[in-house]
């Protein structure tokens, strides 16, 4: 299979009046033709931010991709211009967000707002773009179409508002769909038949999916690879059934360990103790360092490379750096 996209060493900064925050720092991935990656980690550790730096998204100046490229196709996005870049925005890329109604415009009709990306990216007539409208919203399981088609979005649930997303995002037949936290908003059987919906449309258009969450269920059930993010950078990624089964980063292992297990009776739900550190006061270490079980003295004053340890699976943490098992504190 060839990759779709990739990311080489992205680095995307905020300059802020405390100081520089490296949102993200040196990630690089690659997404190839019909698969899905999953980007998890906590909130705040650069997984929006690496959309929206994909999506040219980024607000300048006090944020800026520093460093890196980003290839989709045989284009670099970070070199594109505004306007090459827009063409290629919710036509080649869609993008959904958790919040539909952030992306809907309150005061134009859910139907006009269909139809217009379809006149202006699948160059349709009116008359056709409104019967595609109507197919559309039907295949993302909305009965009396033409009724929703008339609606305001104010007027719709936020499952309907999502799927109307899911509706604009894939009419123009994206060749990757970058979801971020779509479902977090929704109740569980929602979001159960949102995600049945993307992976649908997946199978049928073949097209990729970049998507993020913090939900470990929404990644064993979509994910054939796993980024985890932490404080901006990648500490360990793999292929699902890989990283699930033998997690080799203690963050890893202790997000998988926070997941409830279903029809398993827990008293209390494990949280990682600790929190993510500020991101204005990372000094060379692994960031992860005072929360990890296993902290070695290296880690407070080291930080780990990512690297690959089987042909499935990397890591970025000194317990599989051999050596540095000797500088136990
Ligand atoms: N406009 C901004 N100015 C300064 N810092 C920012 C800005 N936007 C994001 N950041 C910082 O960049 C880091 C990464 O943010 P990002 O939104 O990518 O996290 P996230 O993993 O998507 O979290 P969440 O799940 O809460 O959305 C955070 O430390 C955040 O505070």
């Not at 415009?105 to 217009?116: D, L, S, W």
């Not at 950078?233 to 033998?246: A, D, Q």
């Amino acid at each position: 299979m060839k990759n779709l996209l990739e990311i080489e060493h992205l680095s995307t900064h905020f300059t802020t009046e405390e100081g520089t925050v490296r949102a993200v720092d040196n990630i690089s991935l690659r997404i190839r033709s019909g698969e899905t990656v999953c980007i998890v980690g906590e909130s705040g550790c650069g997984k929006s931010i690496t959309a929206l730096s994909v999506m040219g998204l980024i607000e300048e100046p006090s944020g800026k991709v520093v460093e890196g490229s980003i290839h989709f196709g045989d284009k670099d996005l970070l070199k594109l211009g505004k306007n090459e870049l827009r063409a290629i925005r919710g036509n080649e890329i869609a993008m959904i967000f958790q919040e539909p109604m952030s992306s809907l415009n309150p005061v134009i009709t859910i139907g006009e707002q269909i139809i217009e990306p379809l006149m202006v990216h699948m160059n349709m007539g009116k008359r056709e773009a409104q019967k595609q409208a109507i197919r559309l919203i039907e295949q993302v399981g909305i009965s009396r179409a033409e009724q929703i088609a008339r609606s305001y979005p104010h007027e719709l649930s936020g499952g309907m508002l999502q799927r109307i997303m899911i509706a604009i995002a894939i009419s123009c037949n994206p060749k990757l769909l970058i979801a971020d936290e779509p479902t977090t908003a929704l109740d569980v059987t929602i979001q159960a038949q949102i995600l049945d919906m993307l992976r649908k449309f997946k199978q049928e258009s073949g097209m990729s999916i970049l998507l993020i969450t913090h939900d470990l269920g929404v990644v064993a059930e979509m994910a054939d690879y796993v980024i985890v993010m932490y404080s901006g950078k990648i500490v360990e990624e793999g292929e699902v059934v890989e990283l699930f089964s033998n997690p080799k980063h203690p963050y890893t292992r202790g997000l998988l360990k926070s997941k409830p297990i279903i029809n398993q009776r827990q008293d209390e739900l494990y949280s990682i103790p600790g929190q993510v550190p500020n991101p204005l006061e990372l000094e060379s270490s692994c960031y992860f360092h005072d929360r990890c079980d296993n902290c070695m003295a290296i880690c407070r004053t080291d930080e780990p490379a990512l690297k690959e340890i089987t042909i499935h699976q990397k890591v970025a943490c000194w317990l599989y750096e051999e050596g540095a098992l000797h500088v136990h504190s």
